[in-house]
């Protein structure tokens, strides 16, 4: 008989669930698709129910039919996109759709607001991360000045992981690493709520109950066995947002250990010795007990690939239907007969604003340089070195903050376009470890629910048995020379663009 671990991953865009041994024996994999909605432009959202659980429940159900006879699953662990804002009533019951992560910027307004009233300086003291598209707080506020009546019947403020860890237990909770994007209402030195700054925001009863993510929040109902298939009275995780679950995934867990997640944005995740406070990056309580963060992220990356791929592909992805040659693919074959600097091509990929290190919600897309002479591979090449540029921004302000850095591991199903992550390589200068197995969020989920439940001993078995690395990704120094060229005009071009595009934001927004 073997003890088996669910881990489920609520993720942008789709959601991807796994079921492993104690050991990390991966037994099956699951996955789904869905959409985020974009009700206006800077707003991103999705609908709890009809993602969220309707997603979880798929998986589960999916997952724990392929468990065998007299095998039987001991520990569930949840991770989700993070970190959202969704008001719901005392049953759980989402009263609007969740406000998602940092790639929604509608709270620009109640930031200014907030930072007048008590100071950057008193903000990031207090946080240890300055007030940005990423924090909860500030969307709450909104929803309290813009939406009074749903604030006034909201019971709970949650995130992802809260709204299915309660479907699942009946309990209203949240990790401390979610916590922390919840400034200005989280106390990062004392790991927990305060009322310091929370009187303009939220009363902080309205807030979860706080965890770690190795620790148990509560066991499976009836009604939650009943709706998922898995087995009443199993213990489940306070649950983690879903890039810490990556980080885990892969065996981030020592200061110096910098993942980067290359999804639909690019996360990045880097252990530190000791708090860092920074403007330029969040900082986070970690997956257990007295681990600390840098936490950061670009806006759009492989949501860039998939912009581009639909409205400038349409004939790729007609082919892909019709032969099965994968449209990404065949854009990559395009830009790879491009030169490195793309034909003197440069882009700027802030298709929704920007995160780290800028924190610019303003920020939108431009091609640069273009001539009649350029191709759609020019253009496709322009785009994926752009968002290297700004991981190379993210990489050298890290460094710059005084922080570690002794290897790179890359995840996510960028990982699989090779010449992306080459120019990755080649543009920033340094080599890349590829994990043998990239399944992403959930096999954390599912090493997380070990630790909690006892079926994995400590945290080192992580880095020991679970995680193999598969190969590495080596840097180009003459490409490196030319791409340093090419990174000094990206971040001209960001300066000298910067007011004129902010106007044109501006104009968009007063428009829609």
């Known amino acids: ?84 804002v969704l008001p719901v009533d005392e049953y759980g019951k989402p009263l609007r759709q969740a406000i998602l992560y940092g790639i929604d910027n509608r709270s620009a307004r109640q930031i200014e607001y907030l930072e007048n009233v008590f100071s950057k300086e008193a903000l990031l003291k207090f946080s240890g991360t300055r007030l940005t598209s990423q924090s909860a707080g500030p969307k709450i506020l909104w929803i309290k000045e813009n939406e009074p009546d749903i604030y006034n019947r909201a019971y709970k ?23 922390s994007y919840f400034n200005p209402l989280f106390n990062i030195s004392l790991r927990r709520w305060d009322n310091r700054f929370a009187g303009e ?130 854009l990559a074959l395009e830009a790879a007969a491009s030169p490195p600097g793309a034909n003197g091509l440069l882009m700027l990929p802030y298709l929704s604003g920007e995160r780290t290190p800028i924190f610019d919600p303003k920020a939108r897309g431009i091609f640069a340089g273009l001539s009649l002479s350029h191709t759609r591979g020019d253009m496709y090449r322009a785009l994926l070195e752009g968002t290297v540029y700004a991981i190379r921004m993210n990489i050298e302000a890290m460094q710059k903050a005084g922080a570690d850095l002794f290897q790179i591991i890359a995840v996510g199903g960028g990982t699989f376009n090779d010449l992306w992550m080459q120019i990755v390589s080649d543009v920033c200068g340094i080599s890349q470890i590829v994990p043998e197995k990239i ?16 079926v994995v001993e400590d945290i080192e078995i992580l880095k020991q048995v679970w995680v193999k690395n598969c190969k590495v990704i080596k840097a180009d120094v003459a490409k490196k020379q030319i791409y340093d060229l090419h990174y000094e005009l990206f971040i001209d071009l960001y300066k000298r663009s910067k007011e004129t595009v902010h106007k044109l934001t501006d104009l968009q927004e007063s428009a829609s």
């Open 1 to 84: 008989m073997k003890d088996l671990l669910i881990g489920i991953d609520i993720g942008s865009y789709s959601s991807k669930g796994v079921l492993c041994t104690g050991d990390g024996l991966v037994i099956a994999e699951a996955h789904t698709p869905h959409e985020i909605l974009f009700p206006k432009p800077g707003y991103a959202e999705h609908d709890a129910e009809k993602v969220w659980w309707y997603d979880f429940c798929l998986l589960a159900r999916g997952l724990a039919a392929k468990v065998s006879f007299g095998d039987r699953i001991v520990g569930v662990g949840v991770s989700g996109v993070g970190p959202c």
């Open 157 to 179: 403020f949650v995130t992802s992981t809260t709204y299915i860890i309660h479907k699942l237990t009946g309990r209203f909770v949240m990790d401390m690493h979610t916590g």
């Open 201 to 330: 925001i939220v009363e902080i009863s309205k807030l979860p109950e706080l965890g770690w993510s190795n620790e148990i929040a509560g066991k499976i109902t009836t009604k939650a066995a009943n709706e998922t298939g898995l087995p009443e009275g199993v213990p489940v995780t306070f649950g983690a947002v879903d890039g810490l679950a990556e980080a885990t995934s892969v065996g981030v867990i020592h200061p110096g250990d910098l993942m980067i997640m290359y999804g639909s944005t690019a996360g990045f995740y880097l252990p530190l010795k000791k708090p860092q406070p920074t403007e330029e990056f969040w900082l986070l309580a970690g997956a257990v007990k007295d681990q600390v963060a840098f936490g950061g992220g670009l806006a759009t990356s492989g949501a860039a690939t998939t912009w581009f791929r639909n409205h400038f592909g349409r004939d790729l992805l007609k082919s892909e239907a019709e032969t099965g040659v994968n449209a990404y693919a065949a």
């Open 439 to 454: 399944i992403g969020a959930c096999y954390g989920d599912a090493f997380l629910a070990g630790l909690a439940v006892g």
